[in-house]
């Protein structure tokens, strides 16, 4: 009895996980307390690796009917749907409070505020930008290759982005002294960190087997330069945010999960290139 208690609670927090980082039709009710929010983080990496794996069968259904251009166009899109532009909303927040130049409270009302402005706005377009850059590219090289395992590496992004949001719920203090939804993720363990490095460790593994990419010789080294680029990347940018905001909030999650999507996307495509 205890045991089947402790897999529903689990899996409760799995399906929060998907609910709150996708928009994902599922259709079960959950209540979110704040041990759901801690225990949701653990499964980040499963829900990136699903966004990542619709978008490389997405991916590759476009470029059977379309131009790379307007196929990475539409790639793009759906990333953004299938989270719903909650890491966007974040990013272009963080944009708005920090280059405000602004002491550190008034970053932090400006990131409140609902509306958008113009830093947000020139912020997101850029990003977006180089976004849609990195998908084409990858587009063109997938159609060059006919279709090659590289394009399987775009689906390891998201997977290793939402595990440093884990790793910076846990790492950096929270910024804001009221609630806010980022609160509720407050008492995110080392634990909580390791085990989501794990299953960000497996689906990487998982997605890799689905290539003909050689275990012996390739996955191991993927799976390093992947952890170690975003933890390295992501630790100077969660640093920088922190000294900015004396902490991290809501928004700056999603805000790192965007920039380090671009990172490695960058990453990848630099790879393919060579």
Same mark, same amino acid.
């Given at each position: 009895m205890r045991t089947a208690r402790i897999v529903l609670d689990w899996l409760r927090a799995c399906i929060a996980a998907f609910q709150f980082l996708t928009r994902l039709p599922i259709p079960v009710q959950i209540n979110y307390t704040n041990l759901v929010f801690r225990r949701s983080v653990v499964f980040y990496p499963l829900a990136g690796c699903v966004i990542g794996l619709l978008l490389v069968l997405a991916g590759q259904g476009l470029s059977l009917f379309l131009p790379a251009m307007p196929a990475a166009v539409l790639l793009?899109?759906?990333?953004?749907?299938?989270t719903g532009g909650l890491h966007l909303d974040g990013l272009m927040d963080t944009a708005d409070g920090i280059l405000s130049h602004r002491p550190r409270e008034q970053m932090l009302e400006i990131m409140k505020d609902s509306r958008v402005g113009a830093m947000g706005v020139i912020v997101a377009v850029l990003h977006l930008l180089?976004?849609?850059s990195l998908l084409y590219t990858m587009l063109e090289i997938n159609k060059k290759d006919g279709g090659g395992d590289g394009f399987f590496?775009?689906?390891i992004v998201p997977i290793w982005s939402r595990w440093f949001m884990t790793a910076a719920i846990q790492g950096w203090p929270y910024a804001r002294k009221e609630s806010?939804?980022? #609160?509720?993720?407050?008492?995110? #363990?080392r634990g909580h960190v390791l085990i989501s490095f794990l299953v960000a460790l497996l689906t990487t593994t998982i997605v890799l087997g689905l290539t003909h990419i050689s275990?012996?010789?390739a996955i191991w080294p993927v799976l390093l330069c992947f952890a170690g680029c975003t933890f390295i990347t992501g630790w100077l940018m969660a640093t920088y945010i922190s000294r900015k905001l004396g902490g991290l909030t809501g928004d700056t999650y999603g805000a790192l999960n965007e920039l380090?999507?671009?990172?490695?996307?960058?990453?990848?495509v630099i790879f393919a290139t060579q």
């Open positions: 793009l899109g759906l990333w953004v749907i299938l180089l976004k849609f590496l775009l689906a806010g939804l980022g #609160s509720f993720f407050q008492g995110v #363990s275990l012996a010789t380090l999507e671009a990172v490695l996307l960058l990453g990848v």
